[in-house]
Nanobody
């Protein structure tokens, strides 16, 4: 499956952005999807994930809890990451990843996702 991440841009602190991750195939509902980010000079880290099909499991990194919301629309083969109350430290390249066999306990693990999209840059100015 091919993934396309979009929606990044420049926003002031306190603002909002919505990222989208769209898949190339219609069986996207079978895939769990995770969002990860990599700030300049730092390693890539987990942000949020959503389980396959009904998306009933949605773990978040502590740093984004209460500010970011992940959701999915299987009819559009798309997973969204709504980012509110953005902070300068949220500045990073954001990547989405998908996996067909990701168990709930592994949703935050990069190694669980075999398919990755190109990133989209989010820049939050102070």
């Amino acid at each position: 499956v091919q993934l396309q991440a979009s929606g990044g841009g420049l926003v002031q602190a306190g603002g909002s952005l919505r990222l989208s991750c769209t898949a190339s195939e219609g069986t996207f509902a079978r895939y769990a999807v995770g969002w990860f980010r990599q700030a300049p000079g730092k390693e890539r880290n987990f942000v949020a994930a959503i389980s396959r099909r009904d998306g009933s499991s949605t773990p978040y990194a502590d740093s984004v809890k209460g500010r970011f919301t992940i959701s999915r629309d299987n009819t559009k083969n798309t997973v969204y990451l709504q980012m509110d109350s953005l902070r300068p430290e949220d500045t990073a390249v954001y990547y989405c990843a998908a996996g067909p066999s990701v168990i709930q306990s592994a949703l935050a693990s990069q190694a669980a996702y075999p398919y990755w999209g190109h990133g989209t840059l989010v820049t939050v100015s102070s």
